[in-house]
């Protein structure tokens, strides 16, 4: 991975500062606290890929929360990011990732990009990842702290996930962190033969849908209930 270019402005340079390495005695202790983390909430419950666990182990998830939340990043627990958005809990990125079946070969579509943890462990196991967020402020903090982090193969988009990415399709896979309450016929249409997508799908009552395209069509299989925020944007739009 390649480093960043310095950042322009003094938001930018915030935001990298909250990336950088803490002490040693404290990134010690993060680190106790991701191996913790990946034994009890994510071994102890049936994630078994190892490319998963292992960079569950490593992607520091306490510098994409805001500084209030860090003593709570590696808990059991979704946290708040701001803008009404949330950081989802450490089980729920791991086993949508692990379900998706990366190998590091693929291009990867996530739609809600959000704090950019999710973005980060797909960028250490895909190929090449392109990330939309609807929220801007959250895009830029996100495309800022990515880029500090060095991963170089991530694109970040503010915009309206729903219609995915056009221009860089077909997506070998497809993770959405936002439930709408249909699956978007745009991302469907974006998934190449053979790809899989995982995503949210419901109001009150959400489950995980895994989808796979195949040359007959698309198999879809309700794997685990879920609450994610709801998608907003062109996904509230009636009829869609």
């Not at 500062?17 to 010690?28: K, L, Q, T, Y």
């Not at 190998?103 to 960028?123: D, H, K, M, N, P």
């Amino acid at each position: 991975m390649v480093a960043a270019a310095a950042p322009s402005s003094c938001k930018e340079r915030a935001v990298v500062e909250a990336a950088e390495p803490e002490s040693s005695g404290s990134e010690s202790e993060r680190a106790g606290e991701r191996e913790q983390m990946v034994a009890t909430q994510l071994a102890a419950r049936g994630i078994r890929d190892e490319r998963v666990l292992t960079v569950m182990r490593s992607v520091p998830r306490h510098v994409f929360v805001p500084p209030e939340y860090r003593d709570l990043a590696y808990g059991d627990r979704p946290l708040p990011i701001g803008y009404d958005q949330t950081i989802s809990q450490p089980f729920v990125v791991a086993f949508m990732t692990e379900r998706l079946g990366l190998t590091g070969t693929e291009r990867v579509l996530e739609v809600g990009t959000g704090s950019g943890y999710q973005t980060a462990i797909l960028a250490e196991l895909a190929r090449e990842v392109w990330s939309i967020e609807i929220v801007a402020p959250l895009a830029d903090r996100a495309r800022v702290l990515l880029g500090a982090l060095g991963h170089a193969n991530v694109h970040v988009l503010a915009g309206d996930g729903y219609e995915g990415w056009p221009t860089a399709a077909p997506f070998d896979a497809i993770l959405v962190g936002a439930a709408p309450d249909h699956v978007p016929l745009p991302l469907l249409d974006q998934l190449a033969n053979g790809g899989r997508m995982i995503l949210p799908v419901g109001d009150d009552r959400q489950d995980l849908l895994f989808v796979r395209r195949t040359p007959e069509g698309f198999v879809q299989e309700q794997v685990l209930p879920v609450r994610f925020v709801p998608m907003t944007g062109i996904a509230e739009q009636e009829g869609r």
